[in-house]
C-alpha cells in the first residue's frame, strides 16, 4: 500500500507547513525552526506561521485563529454550486482544502463563523466531488475500444488527498490490464533474476515511506 | 504425482498472511524427491546415451528436468516469503527479539536470519540515531497517555528515566519511548 | 510469471489435458493408478501447465483448452462480466492470459482483458462503498489479481475514515501478523522485560508494587522551551 501512495496523515503533515493568519495574545521573541523564524508575537497583532504552530498555539489557548479566504461561508457556497453545475473535471480548491479544513474545524471551531453551515459545505463538497469521480471513471473505462487499455486519466483540480486515496486501486488495477494485454510470457518463465531483485526491493521501500 | 509436496507448501504459505510453522518434513520430503529425479535422470541418460534424442527418452528427460526445476522453485519461493514476512515482523514490531511462540515457528536458520537483519537494522539506527520502525505516520504529540495492560514493573526507558509500569495505572511519558511497548501490547494509548 | 510469486506458482498448476504421441519411458508413473511402467503412445492425461508447456513445445504431446476456457464459459464472461463468480477460478485472468499465449488464441486474451476491465470498475466501487462489512464473501468470488485491487481500495478508504475520525493519531498494538501478536498476549510477562531490551535498557526485572498509583505527568513540549 505505501508503495504507490502517501497515507491520509503523511498528507496532513504535508498541509501543515502551509501558513496561515493567527492573532496571539502573548508576548514572544521569535522562535527559530530549522524551517525559518517567526514570530516576535506581540499580543494582537495578526502573524503569519505554519498551521502546525498555529494548532499547538491555540490547544494552549495562545491565540486565535483567522481562516483562511476561501473557508467562509460566501465563497465555499459559490464552489459548491460551481461544482455541481460542472459535471466534467472538478472546481479549483486550495491544493490542501480537505486537510486544513479539517484540521481548523476540529480544533478551533470557536474562531470559525458560520461553523455548521461551513462544515456542511465540505461535506457536500466532497460527496460531490466524489460521486462525480466514480462516474467519470466509469464514463472513462466505457468509452475505450474493447482492446484500448487504460493508460492515463486526467483529474484537473483534484486535490493531494483525494488523488492519494483513489491512486492504490487505480494503479493496481491499470497495472494488470497492461499485464494481460502485453503478456508475450508462456515462453520465458525463468526470468530470475530480474524478479529476484524485485521481490527483495518490495518490502524495503515500503518501510522507508 | 511429481512436486506435490511442493505445491503444499506453497498452498500453506498463501492460507496465512501470518508465518506458518517451519514445514521441515515437507521441504526435506521434496529435497529427497530432487535427489530421486535426478539420479533417475541422469542413470536413463547415461544407460541410453545412443537413443537419448529419442522421443521415447526425451520426454522422460524434458519431465524429469522440468520437474526438478519446479520443486526447486517452490522451496526457493516458500523460504523467500518467509524472510519477507520475517523482515515485516520485525519492522512493525520494531522488536529485537522473537517472541516465544513466533520463535519455535522458524527453522534455526531463520532464527539467524532474524537477528543478523536486526543487527543491521540496530546498528542502522543507532547511526543515524533514531528507530525507524517507531514513527512510521507522522506523529501528532511528542507525550502521550498510555495505561499499563501487563504488569512491567520499574523501567528503564530510552530517554534514561524510569518509571514503574505498574498494571492499571496511567502515565504520559514520551511516545518515542514507548511505542514499541504499546505495539507489543503491553501499554494502551489513550486518546 | 514471476519466479518467487506465489500465486504465479499456483496458478501454474492448472491442468491440461495432454495427448502422447509417442511412447514415454518410465512416465507411468505421471497416471494415477497406473500400473505401467511407461506411458504409452496415445494415453490422455491431465498434465499441469508448467509440465505441458514444454512437452508441447517440443512436440511430444497434443494439448486441449480447459473447458473452463471453452465457449460457454467465455460466453458468460462476455456477457454478464459482473455476474461471475470467480470461486472456483482464482486464477482465471493470470493464466488465461498464459493459455491464451500457449494456444495462440488472441480472441482469450481479449475477452479476458475486456471482462477484467469491466470487472475493474465494480470491484473499485465496492472497495470504497464497503465499510466493516465481512469482506470474505465478496473476495471469495474475486480471482487473486482482482483481490488485489479490492484490497487496495478498500484500505485506502478506511484509511481515509479513520483519518477522518480522527483515530489515525493513536499508536495501535501491533496487528501485522495476527497470529504472533495473539501468540504475546498470552506468552509470559519475562517475555515482556526481554522485548524492552530492544532499546538496550534493562529492566530492571524486579516488580515493586509501592508507588504504584503515582501518575506521572510530564511537561508538554511547549513548555519546555
Redesign the interface.
Known amino acids: 500500500m505505501e508503495d504507490i501512495a502517501l497515507s491520509p496523515s503523511q498528507i496532513e503533515f504535508i498541509a501543515e507547513d502551509t501558513t496561515i493568519t493567527v492573532i496571539p495574545n502573548f508576548k514572544m521573541e521569535s522562535l527559530i525552526f530549522l524551517s525559518g523564524e517567526y514570530g516576535p508575537f506581540v499580543p494582537s497583532f495578526p502573524i503569519d506561521i505554519p498551521l502546525w504552530l498555529a494548532i499547538s498555539l491555540k490547544k494552549k489557548k495562545k491565540c486565535t485563529i483567522t481562516p483562511p479566504d476561501w473557508m467562509t461561508y460566501n465563497k465555499l457556497q459559490s464552489r459548491y454550486q460551481e461544482e455541481n453545475k460542472i459535471n466534467d473535471g472538478f472546481v479549483e480548491l486550495p491544493e490542501n482544502f480537505i486537510e486544513i479544513s479539517i484540521l481548523l474545524l476540529t480544533n478551533c471551531p470557536d474562531d470559525i463563523k458560520d461553523i455548521n453551515n461551513i462544515q456542511r459545505l465540505i461535506e457536500n463538497i466532497l460527496y460531490r466531488r466524489e460521486s462525480k469521480l466514480k462516474q467519470s471513471f466509469s464514463n472513462h473505462l466505457k468509452s475505450l475500444a474493447d482492446d484500448e487499455s487504460l493508460t492515463t486519466m486526467e483529474f484537473k483540480n483534484f486535490s493531494m488527498m483525494e488523488i492519494n486515496k483513489v491512486r492504490p486501486p487505480f494503479v493496481s488495477g491499470a497495472n494488470k490490464l497492461y499485464k494481460i494485454q502485453n503478456s508475450d510470457s508462456g515462453n520465458n518463465n525463468n526470468s530470475q533474476s530480474q524478479s529476484a531483485s524485485n521481490t527483495s526491493s518490495r518490502s524495503l521501500f515500503s518501510k522507508k515511506q | 504425482?511429481?512436486t506435490k509436496k511442493a505445491?503444499d507448501l506453497?498452498?500453506e504459505?498463501?492460507s496465512?498472511?501470518?508465518?506458518p510453522h517451519y514445514n521441515d518434513g515437507s521441504i526435506k520430503a521434496t529435497i529427497d524427491e530432487i535427489i530421486a529425479l535426478y539420479e533417475?535422470l541422469i542413470k536413463?541418460i547415461t544407460e541410453h546415451k545412443e537413443q537419448k534424442k529419442e522421443?521415447?527418452?526425451?520426454?522422460?528427460a524434458?519431465?524429469f528436468h522440468?520437474?526438478i526445476?519446479?520443486d526447486k522453485?517452490?522451496i526457493?519461493?516458500?523460504l523467500?516469503?518467509r524472510l519477507?514476512?520475517i523482515?515485516?515482523?520485525r519492522?512493525?514490531?520494531?522488536?529485537?527479539?522473537l517472541?516465544?511462540?513466533?520463535k519455535e515457528k522458524l527453522s534455526q536458520n531463520e532464527i539467524q536470519f532474524f537477528s543478523d537483519y536486526d543487527k543491521i537494522l540496530t546498528e542502522y539506527n543507532s547511526k543515524v540515531g533514531l528507530d525507524?520502525?517507531v514513527d512510521?505516520?507522522?506523529?501528532?504529540?511528542?507525550?502521550?497517555e498510555v495505561r499499563v495492560i501487563?504488569?512491567?514493573?520499574?523501567?528503564?526507558?530510552?530517554s534514561?528515566c524510569t518509571?514503574?509500569l505498574?498494571?492499571n495505572?496511567?502515565?504520559?511519558?514520551?511516545?518515542s519511548?514507548i511505542?514499541?511497548?504499546?505495539?507489543?501490547?503491553?501499554l494502551?494509548?489513550i486518546? | 510469471m514471476s519466479y518467487f510469486d506465489i500465486n504465479d506458482i499456483l496458478a501454474e498448476e492448472q491442468k491440461i489435458t495432454c495427448n502422447f504421441f509417442y511412447d514415454a519411458y518410465n512416465l507411468g508413473q505421471l497416471e494415477e493408478g497406473s500400473r505401467d511402467s511407461d506411458m504409452k503412445k496415445g494415453s490422455s492425461i491431465d498434465l499441469p501447465y508448467w509440465m505441458a508447456l514444454p512437452l508441447a513445445k517440443s512436440n511430444f504431446v497434443s494439448v486441449i483448452m480447459p473447458l473452463s476456457y471453452q465457449d460457454e464459459y467465455k460466453n458468460k464472461l462476455n456477457t454478464e462480466p459482473n455476474l461471475i463468480s470467480m470461486r472456483n477460478f482464482p486464477y482465471y485472468d493470470k493464466i488465461g492470459v498464459q493459455l491464451s499465449d500457449f494456444f495462440g488464441d488472441r480472441k482469450l486474451k481479449l475477452l479476458l482483458f475486456k471482462a477484467f476491465r469491466d470487472r475493474f470498475l465494480d470491484i473499485y466501487k465496492k472497495s470504497v462503498n464497503l465499510k466493516e462489512t465481512d469482506i470474505s464473501k465478496i473476495l471469495g468470488n474475486m480471482t487473486y489479481q482482482e483481490r488485489e485491487v479490492f484490497t487496495y481500495g478498500y484500505k485506502s478508504s478506511l484509511e481515509y475514515d479513520k483519518w477522518r475520525s480522527r483515530k489515525g493519531e493513536k499508536v495501535e498494538k501491533n496487528t501485522n501478523n495476527l497470529s504472533i501478536s495473539s501468540s504475546l498476549s498470552s506468552s509470559s510477562s519475562n517475555n515482556n522485560n526481554n522485548n524492552n531490551n530492544n532499546s538496550n535498557q534493562n529492566s530492571s526485572g524486579s516488580n515493586k508494587s509501592s508507588q504504584s498509583t503515582t501518575v506521572k505527568k510530564r511537561k508538554r513540549m511547549f513548555d519546555d522551551e
Not at chain 2, 55 to 60: G, N, Q, V
Request: glycine share 4%; aromatic share 8%.
Open positions: 504425482m511429481f505445491i506453497i498452498i504459505l498463501r496465512t498472511d501470518s508465518i533417475d536413463t522421443p521415447y527418452y526425451l520426454t522422460h524434458i519431465t522440468n520437474s526445476n519446479r522453485r517452490c526457493l519461493a516458500y523467500n516469503e519477507n514476512r523482515k515485516e515482523f519492522w512493525s514490531s520494531g522488536q529485537s527479539l517472541p516465544d511462540l513466533l525507524l520502525t512510521p505516520q507522522p506523529p501528532k504529540e511528542l507525550y502521550i501487563k504488569e512491567l514493573g520499574e523501567v528503564v526507558l530510552n534514561g518509571v514503574n505498574n498494571l495505572t496511567t502515565h504520559f511519558l514520551k511516545r519511548d511505542t514499541t511497548l504499546v505495539k507489543n501490547g503491553s494502551e494509548h486518546l
